[in-house]
């Protein structure tokens, strides 16, 4: 499966972007997918996860309530809708696809096997 992550951009402080995740290659219906970030100087961290059906999402704690995780089966695409952004969101922003191990190892690393390019996010304050 090949990823291409886009969608970034500058945006301001409480604004919103949506980030898209396409596939190719191989459909990503049979897949989890997620999404990490990544800050300057930091380690990638988790953001939120969906499995291939939709019926299970998982999200980072910082993005409760303020991101959305969905798919598009049909269009092979995954989004990130953000809204109420924060400074503390710039990151570059990855997205990921795994085989379902269960909702409890979405937020690791290790289950994704498959890794898009990335996009950049940087919300000005």
């Known amino acids: 499966v090949q990823l291409q992550a886009s969608g970034g951009g500058l945006v301001q402080a409480g604004g919103s972007l949506r980030l898209s995740c396409a596939a190719s290659?191989?459909?990503?219906?049979?897949?989890?997918t997620g999404w990490f970030r990544q800050a300057p100087g930091k380690e990638r961290e988790f953001v939120a996860a969906?499995?291939?059906?939709?019926?299970?999402?998982r999200y980072a704690d910082s993005v409760k309530g303020r991101f959305t995780i969905s798919r598009d089966n049909a269009e092979n695409t995954v989004y990130l809708q953000m809204n109420s952004l924060k400074p503390e969101d710039t990151a570059v922003y990855y997205c990921?696809?795994?085989?379902?191990?269960?909702?409890?190892?979405?937020?690791?690393?290790?289950?994704?096997?498959?890794w898009g390019q990335g996009t950049l996010v940087t919300v000005s304050s």
């Open positions: 969906i499995s291939w059906r939709g019926t299970r999402t």
């Open positions: 290659g191989r459909t990503l219906s049979s897949y989890v």
């Open positions: 990921a696809a795994g085989l379902d191990s269960g909702s409890y190892y979405y937020a690791l690393i290790g289950m994704y096997g498959y």
